[in-house]
């Protein structure tokens, strides 16, 4: 049982260059969110979604796009890279709104 | 405006003593509290959770007390162990909504 598998576990971008981080989870959970870290910042939340085929906004989505086809994928697209968005990405996925599995997580440079 | 709020960005222990992260919240409408726990280079980890209509919930070595008059929960953990040692994040969520909220963290060094 692989649980949440982020990829890559770590990137380098160049300004303006876009990217897709994958999750995946094996769990059959209804609800997957992305996340990131930033130092004194927790975890903000960026997009998420409560079953195949429908997804919201969280804290801070912009600049970021998901889209969910299937119950076990949930990409997350950066379409033009800013240094901004250099962090620490992880994905989470829960068959309620109670607690959590996380992925490894993807470090992204922008540079 | 952060709505969860820790603190204390790090915590030293003696093995063996107790470990006591505190947590404050400013949303009146949250209703379920959560504590994970991360270690360098994983994804935080599920530890313990409440709701808002209990005050105490033990786990093992683990208890979170939550306080909602004045807005503030904790984690105690007894005995510390230096396999604690790790990031600790408090998490809030209100009801219907699945926009868990976290704090900064607090980064808990347990000395052997």
């Known amino acids: 049982n692989a649980g949440v598998t982020q990829t890559p576990k770590f990137r380098v971008l160049k300004t303006g260059q876009s990217m897709t981080l994958l999750c995946a989870q094996d769990?059959?959970?209804?609800?997957m969110y992305w996340y990131r870290q930033d130092p004194g910042m927790g975890l903000r939340l960026i997009h998420y979604s409560v079953g195949a085929g429908i997804t919201d906004q969280g804290e801070v989505p912009n600049g970021y796009n998901v889209s969910r086809s299937t119950t076990e994928d949930f990409p997350l697209r950066l379409l033009s890279a800013a240094p901004s968005q250099t962090s620490v990405y992880f994905c989470a996925s829960s068959s309620d709104r109670l607690d959590a599995f996380f992925g490894q997580g993807t470090r992204l440079t922008v540079v | 405006d952060q709505q969860v709020k820790q603190n204390s960005p790090s915590l030293s222990v003696q093995e063996g003593r107790i470990s006591i992260l505190n947590c404050d919240y400013t949303?009146?409408?949250?209703?379920?509290f959560l504590w994970y726990k991360k270690y360098p280079a994983e994804g935080p980890t599920f530890l313990i959770s409440?709701?808002?209509?209990?005050d105490k919930n033990e786990d093992g070595r683990f208890t979170v007390f939550l306080n909602k008059s004045a807005k503030h929960l904790s984690l105690h953990i007894v005995p510390s162990q230096p396999g604690d040692s790790a990031v600790y994040f408090c998490a809030a969520s209100a009801p219907g909504g699945f926009k868990t909220i976290f704090g900064a963290g607090t980064r808990l060094f347990v000395k052997a």
């Open positions: 769990m059959n959970h209804e609800y």
């Open positions: 409440i709701s808002s209509i209990k």
């Open positions: 949303n009146s409408m949250f209703d379920y």
